[in-house]
């Protein structure tokens, strides 16, 4: 009998504004891989949102995979893995991620690990850097995660959203080290707890579905966005468009540049088809939160 697995890892959307390095929420866009047991490890892309150049030992899903092997003390055997994706890189909708969780799941699967969600959602966070879309990635829905002292990562997720989304995709890229890079170390104390208060509202308006309310607090971010605003090409009109076509609010993907508009669910395509014109340049959709995080499908043929 010969072993396959379809492990599907759906990308994400971070921050949502001041949720910044907290909030995830898991977009119905995918990266999909087919893994067979061979000898060597090999891997074959068949997207143009993968790198097209890259080493064995320098691919994401590998080195996430041996590390994963090697901190559960077993062997990772060789693979063939065909990727497909609908992520695009360094767009801030959580390829990296995805990748990352992928390989978690790799290993799991052919190490026989038996992971629990949050031991993936806690090793996922631990190699990404921060909770957001891997979490996001892990469990689908909407996260939201904080860090204890200690190390031990806390999460809170609802496939529940009773809402809609819109990204603005430009066909620029934006490394998240970069725009991690004009983040300023610190922040005066009023300013913090200012920031901090829209993040609670932000949170709070989401868990009660108080959209109208999370799309205000959205655009009210003090951590990162008024660093980052002039990394993202047509920041304030898109936003200022979005607002006057019904978002409720738009704030940067993750670290951008794709900005990502909260609308009723009822306004979401024909909002698409208003703003598509108006920014030809971008790939403008409707992504529906994917609800289900990483899928597994085994399939067993006989040789
Ligand atoms: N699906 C993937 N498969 C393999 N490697 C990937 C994948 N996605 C990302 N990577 C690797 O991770 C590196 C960083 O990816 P990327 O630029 O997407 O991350 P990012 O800057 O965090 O942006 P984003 O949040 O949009 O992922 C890439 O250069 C690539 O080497
Ligand atoms: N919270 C991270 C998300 C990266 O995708 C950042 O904004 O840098």
Redesign the pocket.
């Known amino acids: 009998m010969a072993k396959t697995w379809s492990i599907t890892v759906p990308g994400s959307t971070a921050n949502l504004g001041p949720g910044f390095d907290s909030i995830g929420l898991a977009l119905g866009l995918y990266?999909k891989l087919e893994v067979t047991l061979q000898d060597e490890w090999e891997f074959e892309h068949h997207s143009v949102h993968?790198?097209e150049k890259?080493t064995v030992e320098e691919?994401?899903?590998y080195t996430v995979a041996k590390e994963v092997a090697e901190r559960f003390d077993v062997e990772l055997p060789g693979c063939k893995i065909v990727?497909t994706?609908e992520?695009p890189?360094?767009?801030?909708?959580?390829?990296?991620?995805?990748?990352i969780v992928a390989g978690i799941e790799v290993a799991n699967q052919v190490c026989e690990l038996n992971l629990t969600l949050e031991q993936k959602y806690t090793l996922a966070s631990r190699i990404e850097g921060h909770p957001d879309?891997a979490s996001a990635s892990v469990c689908g829905g909407l996260t939201i995660g904080a860090s204890l002292p200690n190390g031990d990562l806390e999460l809170i997720h609802t496939q529940d959203v009773q809402a809609a989304f819109a990204v603005f995709i430009p066909n620029v890229?934006l490394?998240?080290?970069e725009a991690r890079k004009v983040l300023p170390a610190q922040y005066d104390k009023a300013y913090a707890v200012h920031a901090s208060a829209n993040a609670n509202m932000l949170t709070a308006a989401l868990l009660t579905k108080d959209y109208k309310r999370a799309g205000k607090f959205m655009e009210h971010d003090l951590f990162h966005e008024p660093f980052r605003a002039n990394l993202i090409p047509n920041y304030h009109e898109i936003r200022q468009t979005a607002k006057d076509a019904g978002a409720y609010g738009t704030a940067i993907s993750?670290?951008g540049p794709t900005v990502i508009s909260l609308l009723p669910i009822e306004k979401v395509t024909a909002f698409v088809e208003k703003m598509k014109p108006l920014f030809p340049t971008y790939d403008i959709q409707a992504v529906r939160v994917d609800t289900k995080g990483v899928q597994v499908e085994i399939h067993e043929t006989i040789n």
């Open positions: 990266l993968l790198p890259f691919h994401l899903v990727m994706s992520l890189l360094a767009r801030g909708l959580g390829s990296s991620a995805s990748a879309n890229e490394k998240t080290a993750g670290a």
